[in-house]
């Protein structure tokens, strides 16, 4: 097929998957009033390879044929294609007022995982993964595809092992096999674009050992297979204007929980069936990809976190007090931090078989950390500067109000020359940024999406080179 148009984009999600909001099953996620804007955000994507000023960033020619395809499918062979590619994620992100896109972002991360591992189970094991990975890769890249990913499971009691559970079921697992395909039952958590993606992408969340092998599984399905139930979060709601909710109106991620009520899946489309060695190593290789986009879509939000806390600082009056100044410093010292640690990561990737380059699993986590354990401290920054009407301003009904309107102008205004009207605007953008429900979905999405601080933390002591710095220790003490 190439390339999509947007509107094809739309059109195909219309495909009879069984999604559900608020307890009931909607017909087409495209038609509905809410969950539609999460699939007009997430064609963002498809605007841009059609937009003349970006296609070139967005749109690449095909590596393996004649044709063109996203830039997100392109395979990263060099730390100039890891930078390309977190360009463009960071540029859907600003289209997308700081919400991520990710209908191409996690499938990619997911697929070039499962291109590294599926080569090296065929190579250590009498297996065929590779081929059909590859295959089920360019299924994804020739037709434009959306792809979500649903890594995490339900996990019941966080300190036992799947088969140690209270029920078989708190992980997803293969309950039965015949030389056509597998049967899989379980539930996976908190799976992003699943309503307004093609695919579903299934990866093992963490390592297994032989107990638990028929946990050690992944592949991939269409969005209306057969027992595939979307449940869609109920956590975001509705909203009715620009003026008090300029990022959120019109920008929003929905997750599910993801119900695979015995669906079957082709052989073809199975990338892993009980090699629990290899679940650990995918479920890592995945965050290597998916840690390196997360930090490339949180810059355009810690962009507009310090130019917040600069545009209200202005308008207060305030920007040349000193603890204000130190304030800003610090937002912009938490931001460049961030930024140069990806681009290190990038820098420093590593070529991995068959032909990947990875960022940088050390530099990948010490951002994505950086970024997760600051973050509501800048939310604290940004929301001190801009004072208590973040949460108490007038809204777009009362600037409709011609009396209301009156005493507002007088009274809202700034320093010399800001207005009622811009100060409130740039009052409500704080809001949606930080206290709005749009606001605490990006906090909890900064300490969780893409692992949790300890796993991050868990990462950098393993990747962290203590023989070295022990020796040096040891050379500086003259210790033998
Ligand atoms: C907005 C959002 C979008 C997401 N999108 C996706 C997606 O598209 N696909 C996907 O697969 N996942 C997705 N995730 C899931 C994300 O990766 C998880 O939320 C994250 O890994 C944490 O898992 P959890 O939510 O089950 O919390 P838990 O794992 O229960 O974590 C809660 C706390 O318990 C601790 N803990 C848990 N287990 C242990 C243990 N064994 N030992 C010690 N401490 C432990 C954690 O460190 C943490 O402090 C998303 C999450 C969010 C919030």
């Known amino acids: ?26 017909a087409d996620v495209t038609k509905h009033p809410f969950l539609r804007i999460a699939a007009e955000h997430a064609a963002i994507d498809y605007h841009l390879a059609e937009d003349p000023k970006h296609r070139e960033l967005a749109v690449v020619k095909d590596p393996e044929g004649a044709g063109l395809i996203s830039r997100m499918y392109l395979p ?3 730390p100039a294609d890891l930078l390309k590619r977190s360009d463009l994620i960071d540029l859907a992100t600003r289209e ?35 081929e059909r990975v590859h295959r089920f890769y360019r299924h994804c890249a020739d037709n434009d595809l959306a792809v979500a990913v649903a890594q995490t499971d339900a996990k019941g009691d966080r300190s036992l092992r799947p088969s140690e559970q209270e029920h078989p079921d708190y992980y997803l697992r293969v309950v039965s096999r015949d030389k056509k395909g597998i049967v ?32 050690a599984v992944a592949f991939a399905i269409p969005m209306n297979t057969k027992g595939l139930r979307l449940i869609t979060s109920a956590y975001s709601q509705p909203k009715d204007n620009d003026f008090q909710f300029p990022l959120s109106n019109k920008h929003l991620m929905l997750e599910t929980t993801t119900i695979f009520d015995d669906v079957f899946v082709p052989l073809e489309r199975v990338f892993m069936d009980g090699q629990y060695q290899y679940a650990g190593p995918l479920a890592l290789a995945f965050v290597d990809f998916h840690r390196f986009t997360a930090v490339s879509y949180k ?3 810690l962009d507009l976190l310090v130019g917040a806390a600069l545009l209200l600082a202005d308008q207060n ?28 990561a990038a820098l420093t ?8 380059a990875v960022p940088n699993r050390m530099y990948s986590n010490v951002a994505k950390f950086q970024f997760a354990h600051n973050y509501h401290q800048a939310l604290a920054i940004v929301q001190d500067i801009a004072g208590g009407l973040v949460v108490t ?11 209301l309107a009156k005493d507002i102008r007088h009274y809202l205004g700034g320093r010399k020359g800001v207005s009622a009207d811009d100060r409130l605007k740039a009052m409500h953008l704080v809001a949606d940024l930080t206290a709005t429900e749009f606001g605490g979905y990006h906090a909890v999405l900064a300490i969780h999406a893409e692992g949790s601080l300890e796993a991050e933390k868990l990462a950098i002591a393993r990747e962290y080179d203590i023989a070295s710095a022990m020796a040096y220790a040891k050379r500086m003490a003259n210790i033998k």
């Open 96 to 130: 997308g007022k700081t919400m991520v896109t990710l209908i191409k972002e996690i499938g990619t991360d997911a697929l070039f995982a499962l291109h590294i591992i599926s080569h090296q189970m065929d190579k250590a094991l009498p297996t065929h993964f590779y």
């Open 393 to 403: 301003a007038p809204g777009e009904e009362d600037m409709k109000n011609p009396t």
């Open 76 to 78: 990263p062979k060099t």
């Open 317 to 344: 009056g305030i920007s040349r007090v000193s603890h204000v100044r130190d304030k800003l410093t610090w937002l912009a010292i938490y931001t460049e931090t961030v930024k140069g640690l990806l681009h290190h």
């Open 1 to 26: 097929m190439g390339l999509r148009t947007p509107a094809q984009y739309l059109k195909s999600l219309n495909d009879g998957r069984a999604v559900y909001y608020k307890g009931k099953k909607i």
């Open 299 to 301: 810059q355009p939000l």
């Open 184 to 215: 899989v039952r379980g539930a996976k958590l908190h799976t992003s674009v699943s309503v307004n993606s093609n695919e579903l992408i299934v990866l093992p969340t963490r390592n297994f050992d032989e107990k638990d092998k028929d946990y």
């Open 349 to 356: 990737a590593k070529t991995v078989e068959p032909g990947f």
